[in-house]
């Protein structure tokens, strides 16, 4: 059994989570069970996701009743909530990207910009900070400004049509039973995020820590994950 009084290989390392549902969330959770701090920044109604039960935990008298799947992706994590359509809020996130090493978001496709945080005011205000992007399509393309929702992307992707019985025996697409696009992205979004740790120490003498932007899609870590079906399919 691991000792819980053993800091994990990520202390020290704090991580500014702007995302919200599913991707995002399940990505910063995992670097938080690997020690790293994770400050939450929920709108000021919180996370949708505290709202989409049931089922639920804790009593909704008490002002505790948080939906089972807010709790399933937020563990260790602590929690601020912004309004970050307001000066203040945006002051608030600025102080808190500025003493952060990761920052990790899925806003709509310019969203970040509208606020005042593109990458070169980013840059100008934490340079070694490492910027995980979630979008549905990518930031690029016809595609860019649709939002991602798994059961879309898991039937544009191919998956739905590899799941289930086969079409011979009347099997039509079939979604797999957890939104595993947002998983998986999550995921990849999670390695991605270390990858950029560690390559940010390794910078020229004297320009210090240099972080990076990393996009990740729904629809590319979808692709990603299609292996030797995705093989299959470009070599015939």
């Known amino acids: 059994m691991p000792n819980p009084s053993v800091p994990g290989p990520l202390a020290g390392i704090r991580v500014a989570d702007c995302s919200t549902v599913l991707a995002g969330p399940y990505c910063t959770m995992l670097l938080a069970d690997l020690g790293a701090e994770v400050v939450k920044v929920e709108p000021p109604e919180g996370d949708a996701t505290r709202t989409w039960g049931p089922p639920w935990v804790g009593d909704e008298a008490a002002g ?25 809020g945006r002051e608030v996130l600025r102080r808190l990207l500025a003493t952060s090493d990761v920052l990790v978001e899925n806003f709509r496709i310019g969203g970040l910009e509208r606020l005042g945080f593109d990458d070169g005011a980013l840059d100008a205000l934490n340079p070694g900070l490492v910027h995980l992007a979630i ?18 992307v898991q039937a544009v992707g ?15 697409p079939t979604k797999v039973g957890v939104a595993i696009t947002d998983v998986i992205t999550g995921l990849f979004g999670a390695v991605s995020i270390l990858a950029g740790l560690v390559g940010r120490g390794r910078t020229v003498a004297g320009t210090g820590p240099r972080g990076q932007r990393i996009d990740v899609s729904l629809l590319e870590s979808t692709l990603a994950v299609l292996v030797n079906q995705a093989q299959n399919a470009f070599a015939t």
């Open 64 to 88: 505790t009743r948080t939906a089972a799947y807010f709790l399933a992706v937020n563990r260790n994590k602590r929690s601020i909530r912004l309004d970050l359509k307001r000066a203040e």
């Open 135 to 152: 979008s549905g399509f990518g930031p690029n393309g016809p595609d860019a400004q649709k939002p991602g929702y798994d059961f879309v």
């Open 158 to 172: 191919g998956l739905m049509s590899i799941t289930g019985d086969a079409d011979a025996e009347g099997g039509r």
